[in-house]
């Protein structure tokens, strides 16, 4: 099996910039993973009940040749590399990979749901998703992510942060799409 997924990515412990960074470099640097676009960065307001910093979120949109679920366990293995505490659900954390959307398959199995089951509730997720495709459809649901974005009151918090330059997390030399290209 093989698909092309978005992997949310998020950081608020230490240098969130370089966390996400390396985890993205981390993913690329896989074999069987084929990068396809980046979103910018975002600042954003922690989604939680846990007080705790500001987020830098971004979603990577790449081509797994693979099934979700071993691209669930690299991304895990990822994130341990990486330093991750799985202490609080919710809280503070120095890399988070999360599979937002695998093609548009809708899965719910013990210990992976896609879409990501919390995805259309939150700026952080798909304000990068649709800045790589303003046109996303959740899959589950059959609307337009865009809408969901639209029904959010000012609560949560984004602003842009900066944008990465694709070579910066190894893109190049997967040889594949220039920044921002895919969609
Ligand atoms: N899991 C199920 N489906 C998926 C999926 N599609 N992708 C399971 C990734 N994981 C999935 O996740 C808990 C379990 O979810 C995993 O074992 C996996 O089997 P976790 O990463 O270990 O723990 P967590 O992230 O603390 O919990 P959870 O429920 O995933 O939290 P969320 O929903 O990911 O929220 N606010 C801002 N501004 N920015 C953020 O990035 N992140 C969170 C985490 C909360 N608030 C935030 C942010
Ligand atoms: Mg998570």
């Not at 649709?130 to 984004?158: N, S």
């Amino acid at each position: 099996m093989a698909g092309v997924a978005y992997i949310g990515v998020g950081s608020n412990v230490g240098d969130a910039f370089e966390n996400c960074l390396q985890g993205m470099r981390a993913v690329i640097d896989n074999e069987r993973a084929t990068f396809v676009a980046l979103s910018s960065l975002y600042r954003t307001s922690p989604v939680s009940p846990v007080v705790q910093s500001d987020f830098l979120n971004c979603a990577l949109k790449i081509a797994w040749r693979g099934t979700p679920r071993e691209l669930l366990s690299f991304l895990q293995e990822v994130e341990a590399a990486l330093g991750r505490d799985r202490g609080v659900r919710f809280g503070p954390r120095t890399l988070d990979l999360d599979i937002l959307f695998f093609d548009d398959l809708v899965l719910d199995t013990p210990g992976l749901t896609i879409p990501h089951p919390r995805l259309h509730q939150r700026k952080f997720a798909l304000v990068p998703c649709l800045e790589i495709d303003p046109g996303l459809v959740h899959p589950r649901f059959g609307r337009p992510l865009a809408e969901y974005l639209r029904e959010l009151g000012d609560e949560q918090k984004i602003a842009p942060f900066g944008k990465v330059p694709a070579d910066r997390i190894g893109s190049a030399k997967a040889g594949d799409a220039p920044e921002g290209g895919g969609g």
